[in-house]
């Protein structure tokens, strides 16, 4: 393991549940941890995280081999859609998949419960972000049961153990990905109680934020308690050996942003996705085309303009002479 790929192992190794284990949210996982890290460092070190899952995403899709599903849980207001934009800000969009999953549609509800889900996943050398995922199938529908009345399930399928059983076939459906090279990542932004109030509070106070606010949202939030235990329960019996949870601290944006991209980036140098080898064969066909394309050079023009301007920039680079590299802008 490289250094980097050591060290992100070690910073996100308290937020992962270990599969087995029991978890009780507000006694076992703190969302005002923050590793001893001040903001300032903070900030520079998600610019890290980002470059790093640029060059990482370039290979997955590159390599076509896997693909990477990263499935996001919070409350309201928890940071989902910020960690989102900052997470993925330096990533090529082409490789990625933005899914939000809200109140299933009739054609949704005509289907089984993971279908919408499975429609939206990663396609090889894609990453896949699902905001909210087929988790809300144990917690949102769990916490408000009307909701499992409207999903028309045959009555076996709706009994006391429907949680049991959902637990296990998300299992069982995440381990079949994972076997056939789509990785599972699992982030819960874990939000105090406390903070949301705050946050509800700016999206009132704040002109700009009040679409992003809703009187159903206080609703929701008298169930605080209900959702606690869901989420303790959820976090309990589907961390598993192939797909893990991570509970991100989430009270400070910056730290949580952090967190994730740690968690991906851990994820992908795991993975360790190559660039493709070029086979002996393929390589003589490259020789061969450049031959062509240097012939058809104008006169005056370079056979290989690409090339003589790359060893034009070592030889002032790396001989010493020339002038030396300035900045454009700035000061400094
Ligand atoms: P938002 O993410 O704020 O746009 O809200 C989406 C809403 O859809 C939330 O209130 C979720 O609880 C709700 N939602 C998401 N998935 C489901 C589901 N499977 N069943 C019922 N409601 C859901
Ligand atoms: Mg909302």
């Known amino acids: 393991m490289s250094d980097t790929a050591a060290r992100i ?28 890290l001040k903001k300032r460092e903070g900030v520079e070190l998600l610019r890290t995280g980002v470059a790093l899952l640029a060059e990482y995403q370039e290979r997955l899709a590159a390599q076509d081999t ?23 800000s330096g990533v090529n969009p082409q490789g990625v998949k933005v899914s939000s999953f809200k109140v299933p549609s009739t ?14 996943l990663p396609s090889r050398g894609e990453i896949a972000i699902f905001n909210r995922s087929h988790y809300e199938e144990v917690l949102v529908v769990r916490v408000h049961p009307e909701n499992l009345v409207r999903q ?8 006391k153990d429907v949680w049991e059983r959902r637990y296990r076939e998300i299992n069982d459906w995440e381990r079949y990905l994972t076997d056939n090279g789509f990785k599972v990542v699992k982030v819960f932004l ?27 949202d206080v609703r929701e939030r008298r169930h ?63 020789l061969a085309a450049r031959q062509e394309l240097e012939e058809e050079a104008p006169s005056g023009a370079a056979a290989d303009p690409y090339a003589a301007r790359t060893a034009e920039a070592k030889d002032e680079h790396g001989a010493g002479h020339g ?10």
Not at 152 to 159: D, H, I, N, T, V
């Open 66 to 88: 896997y693909g990477v599903l990263l499935c996001l849980q919070a409350l309201d207001a928890g940071g989902k859609d910020g960690t989102i934009r900052h997470v993925m």
């Open 190 to 216: 874990n939000l105090s109680k406390e903070e949301q109030r705050v946050r509800f509070l700016k999206r009132i106070d704040l002109p700009e934020k009040n679409w992003k606010f809703s009187a159903a």
């Open 107 to 120: 054609e949704e509800l005509d289907h089984d419960y993971l279908w919408r889900y499975a429609r939206r």
């Open 323 to 332: 002038r030396p590299a300035r900045k454009k802008h700035g000061r400094g």
């Open 224 to 286: 605080w308690d209900a959702y606690q235990r869901a989420f303790s329960e959820m976090l309990s019996a589907t961390s598993t050996p192939w797909a893990p949870w991570y509970v991100v601290p989430a009270d400070r944006k910056w730290f949580a942003r952090i967190c994730t991209a740690a968690i991906l980036a851990h994820t992908l140098m795991d993975i360790d996705p190559r660039y493709p080898e070029v086979s002996e064969e393929a390589r003589n066909d490259l």
């Open 152 to 159: 028309k399930l045959p009555e076996r399928a709706r009994g």
């Open 9 to 36: 192992a070690d910073f996100i190794e308290p937020l992962r549940v270990a599969p087995g284990s029991k978890v009780r949210l507000g006694r076992d996982f703190d969302p005002r941890y923050r590793a001893g």
